[in-house]
């Protein structure tokens, strides 16, 4: 097992080098490196199919992905061969974008069996006693993913696509949630979003662009970022900002 | 809102502890202790052969063992009877008869079990439930095998006119051979719904210990067979047949309305494949002879979703723990 030890290191919650990765024999991550520190909120942009929520599943050990080079680091230990419960148990949590629905099992359910923590979240009473993503409109979908994540305790939790299919208003609820529950606490996040709303509440310290599997640029300024993609869609990303790699 | 997470109590405990009073108690052979209550005729099912000379039609030949529950007043507490393997390599044949008198609402549990995982014990129980007119019957029957014994229930209820039945059986602890049989004989009026919960086959981290089955073979066989006569006009009932195949499981069932009078039917038969190991074949049978009987079925049988395993992983199961509660929310939908 390999430990890093540069000492600036102890800042860096997750450090993933040149990751390659595959489903069904298709490789999507084609060497992806990307970094986030303690505290830190990032995010992830890129279109339909860039393999974004693969990352996001590759990240936290989904056995249905197969890594096929380079490496995950967190809190400076190689995790890459972990299995998926132990990455949970160091601190990663994926709320998922589509999760499955689950009869018969109430969100309740789930919740018990997580943890015993005190969770302050309006509009989520009436989930409760719901069975898990069953009747769920889309907007409570994300509600439930929130509160599981944060019921999981983490030091770090990727959002995937928290902010599809719901109205400003919604949006605005959700973020104050995360805020308050998370990027309050310390905990670092990585929002992937294809359209970007999520970011004007939650406001990233870098963001990132995927294309075709790869992390090709990143930037500070999150609102330049999402106006050139929206003005000149994501081709344009590879030769506007590549040079403002920090 | 707040909310307070709870501690896990899952899996739940065995049943038996919440039942209270046991009115009739049998171990190996032995009857253990009937206890007497007003408007209740409770006993051997050998005495009542000789003590009422009308139990011969039902009983057919003499009984060795097994129970007698005559209910001619109404109850309002449930009637319990336990019967039990404790010894190694006991072969129990047992003929029940429980009746019930015109009009009563009764609750009934009844538990089989065997003490101990490995005990080789045989249960051949043939029972017969006479509901009479007007009654309500909420028959609780709760199996809970170990994993070499050989099991083979076969109860017969008959519904007379208005009469009413609900029989909820749960079979969560497979002996190594099951054979189920239930036949309901519906009269006019009168409704059924028969709620059949069966698992085979082991956990998928079961503890093994000597004289268990050697990976490689089948775990448990089990053979369920349901049938539901529609005899009276305006007879109903309802099916629920839920089966989980898990490690080396094989299960095949049978369920069957036959509609020979103007009554309404319907089968629902659902099963689940825990383990690669499993197999379910399930056979939903609809004979209609009246042209005004209205019965149907859905069947179907499906593998745990990998996706749903992954997901409750995520949020911190075990595997084990996730197919469990995938399972209990496959038999909640009962």
Redesign the interface.
């Known amino acids: 097992m390999i430990y890093l030890q540069d000492k600036l290191m102890e800042k860096i919650l997750l450090k993933i080098k040149k990751l390659r990765a595959k489903a069904d024999e298709k490789e999507i991550l084609k060497g992806v490196s990307f970094q986030i520190k303690r505290g830190e909120i990032q995010a992830l942009l890129g279109p339909n199919a860039s393999g974004k929520s693969t990352f996001a599943q590759v990240i936290?050990g989904?056995?249905?992905y197969k890594i096929t080079g380079g490496g995950i680091f967190f809190e400076g230990k190689e995790i890459t061969k972990f299995s998926?419960?132990r990455r949970?148990?160091l601190g990663m949590?994926?709320a998922?974008q589509s999760?499955?629905k689950?009869?018969?099992?109430k969100l309740?359910?789930?919740?018990?069996?997580?943890?015993?923590?005190?969770?302050?979240?309006?509009e989520?009473?009436s989930l409760?006693e719901k069975?898990v993503n069953l009747h769920f409109s889309g907007g409570e979908k994300k509600i439930s993913e929130l509160l599981?994540v944060i019921?999981?305790d983490p030091k770090l939790v990727i959002f995937d696509e928290i902010d599809s299919g719901l109205d400003i208003k919604r949006l605005e609820k959700v973020a104050k949630m995360v805020k308050k529950e998370l990027v309050d606490k310390g905990i670092s996040i990585l929002l992937i979003t294809h359209l970007g709303q999520i970011l004007q509440f939650l406001k990233p310290n870098l963001t990132n662009v995927m294309l075709d599997g790869k992390i090709i640029c990143k930037g500070r300024d999150f609102r330049k970022i999402l106006r050139i993609i929206r003005k000149y869609d994501y081709e344009k990303c590879k030769k506007c900002l590549s040079t403002e790699v920090s | 809102m707040t909310m307070k997470n709870v501690k896990n109590v899952y899996p739940p405990k065995f049943p038996e502890k919440k039942f209270g009073r046991v009115h009739y108690r049998q171990v190996d052979h032995e009857v253990k202790n009937i206890f007497e209550i007003g408007g209740v005729t409770i006993l051997p099912s050998s005495e009542a052969w000789q003590k009422f000379a009308w139990t011969k039609k039902f009983f057919g030949e003499k009984p060795k063992e097994g129970y007698f529950i005559w209910v001619k007043n109404q109850l309002d507490f449930p009637l319990t009877a336990c019967i039990t393997i404790a010894s190694p390599k006991i072969s129990q044949d047992l003929r029940n008869l429980l009746v019930i008198e015109k009009n009563i609402k009764a609750r009934a549990n009844v538990i089989c079990d065997a003490k101990e995982k490995f005990l080789c014990g045989k249960h051949l129980a043939r029972g017969k439930l006479i509901l009479k007119e007007g009654v309500f019957l909420e028959y609780n029957h709760i199996h809970k095998w170990g994993e070499k014994d050989n099991v083979q229930p076969d109860y017969e209820f008959t519904l007379e006119k208005g009469a009413r039945l609900i029989y909820n059986y749960r079979n969560l602890f497979p002996p190594e051979n099951l054979e189920f049989k239930t036949t309901i004989h519906s009269g006019e009026n009168t409704s059924s719904n028969l709620n059949l919960i069966i698992m085979g086959g082991r956990a998928a981290k079961a503890s093994r210990v000597a004289g268990a089955p050697v990976l490689g073979r089948v775990a448990s066989k089990t053979k369920v067979k349901d049938t539901v006569f529609l005899e009276g006009k305006n007879s109903q009932t309802v099916v629920r047949l839920r089966l989980v195949g898990r490690k080396k499981s094989q299960i095949e069932a049978i369920s069957q309305i036959f509609a020979t009078s103007a009554g309404k039917g319907h089968l629902d038969c659902q099963g689940l494949l825990v383990d690669k190991t499993a197999k379910i074949s399930l056979i939903p049978q609809l004979v209609c002879q009246n042209k005004k009987a209205q019965i149907t079925h859905e069947a179907s049988i499906g593998k745990i979703s990998e996706e749903e395993l992954t997901y409750l992983r995520m949020r911190g199961l075990t595997e084990k723990e996730a197919i469990d509660l995938i399972v209990s929310g496959f038999l909640k939908k009962v």
């Open positions: 936290i989904n056995p249905k998926l419960e949970v148990k949590a994926l998922w999760p499955p689950i009869k018969g099992v309740s359910q789930i919740l018990e069996r997580i943890s015993q923590r005190e969770i302050e979240i309006e989520a009473e409760l069975e599981q019921s999981l």
